[in-house]
Nanobody
Framework: QVQLVESGGTLVQFGGSLRLSCVAS????????WAWYRQGPGFQRDLVAA???????DYVDSVKGRFTISRDNAKNSVYLQMNSLKPNDTAAYFCNARLANGIPRFNWGQGTQVTVSS
């Protein structure tokens, strides 16, 4: 069973930066599109950013210009660089492979909590 391990979340001040990391225990990391999702208290889990197997990235409007997703196939890892953080970025962040129909491929990991203070 593939395990997803997210890390890098912490408490940060308004306007600060964080880099999230996700390592996946799969031998086929490179064939998948990967994505970061977030879930705030009382909200559903939403897509934040995605990167294809060809390194094409896309973002939801609320993070465009502030967040950057990247991947390192040699390390089975996907990253999320978050700059100019705002209090409404506060959420638990999760990674997952993303199938062509948008459905997450694997069971979810534990996530990593990002809290932005105002």
């Amino acid at each position: 069973q593939v395990q997803l391990v997210e890390s890098g979340g912490t408490l940060v001040q308004f306007g600060g930066s964080l880099r999230l990391s996700c390592v996946a225990s799969t031998m086929t990391f490179d064939i998948y599109d990967w994505a970061w999702y977030r879930q705030g208290p009382g909200f559903q889990r939403d897509l934040v950013a995605a990167i294809t197997s060809d390194d094409i990235a896309d973002y939801v409007d609320s993070v465009k210009g502030r967040f950057t997703i990247s991947r390192d196939n040699a390390k089975n890892s996907v990253y999320l660089q978050m700059n100019s953080l705002k209090p409404n970025d506060t959420a638990a962040y999760f990674c997952n492979a993303r199938l062509a129909n948008g459905i997450p491929r694997f069971n979810w990991g534990q996530g990593t909590q990002v809290t932005v203070s105002s």
